[in-house]
């Protein structure tokens, strides 16, 4: 048996993470978001276990440094907390998430944008590159014939 964190209520194992929030507090579900007050465990191998709010699990942000958060397969979430991704420690300075991923959107499209235009120039350059041997390949060959 299992007891609430209140000690309000007591439950069997097998209601332990079952998508339905038994106790009030939302101690029972801590892998699911049942529960609209409770917490997430991310166990984030690699790096520092954490909980995050309910609200934020398939929300299509990875919270989670190992992906956990976003189980339901919408979204896919690398591992990064082998390389210190922890999501505390990433955005600690951050107020709130809508800001967060406002910028993130904003800095990303730049980012895109410098992306394309560098690739445009290397592809202007590898074209010029290739008329400029084709034209010698032309001016061998006639001298050949």
């Given at each position: ?5 209140d000690e309000?209520k ?10 339905f929030?038994d ?26 276990p954490?909980?995050i709010?309910s609200?934020?699990?398939n ?17 896919c979430?690398p ?10 420690s990433?955005?600690r300075?951050?107020k709130?998430k ?11 499209v ?11 120039v ?20 006639r001298?050949?014939?």
């Amino acid at each position: 048996m299992i007891k609430c964190k209140d000690e309000s209520k007591s439950f069997s194992r097998d209601r332990l993470n079952d998508n339905f929030c038994d106790c009030p507090d939302g101690t029972d579900e801590p892998g699911t978001s049942a529960c609209p007050n409770g917490k997430f465990y991310c166990r984030n191998l690699g790096s520092k276990p954490q909980f995050i709010v309910s609200s934020h699990v398939n929300d299509h942000f990875c919270d989670c440094c190992d992906g956990s958060d976003e189980y339901d397969g919408t979204i896919c979430c690398p591992n990064t907390c082998v390389m210190g991704g922890n999501a505390e420690s990433t955005f600690r300075n951050c107020k709130s998430k809508a800001s967060k991923n406002g910028v993130k959107s904003e800095e990303s499209v730049h980012t895109g944008l410098k992306l394309v235009i560098i690739l445009q120039v290397i592809l202007v350059i590898f074209l010029v590159f290739l008329w400029s041997f084709r034209c010698r390949t032309r001016s061998r060959r006639r001298r050949y014939r």
